[in-house]
């Protein structure tokens, strides 16, 4: 029981971690990209839990579904930042890059 527990903490904290995430690090995703980066979080892994950790023939730990989400939801949010083209608020002191300009 407490192994499943473990295991869906880290399958919905990934989605956070990948926001905040890209809240500090990355201005250029917008609050559309990085929803859209959340839910392809959510749907791999959940995917991968309903497929018990076998995708495409490989075998991974449940436990490293987080990670994998972590690694989704960044990489997805950024792309649909380079497709979208969202226009945001001035961020200036609020993430890391732009912290040195206030």
Known sequence: MVDNFNKY?????AGLTGLFFMGVFMPRIKGVAAVLGLAANYFVCFS???LHGDVFG???????LGGI?????????YV???VLREKGHDLTGLTLKTLQKK
Do not use: D, N, Q, R
């Open 9 to 13: 903490i880290a399958m919905l904290t």
């Open 48 to 50: 991968c839990e309903i």
């Open 69 to 77: 989400g972590l690694v989704v939801c960044v990489l997805v949010a």
């Open 58 to 64: 490989l075998k991974f730990h449940p436990f490293l």
């Open 80 to 82: 649909a930042s380079l």
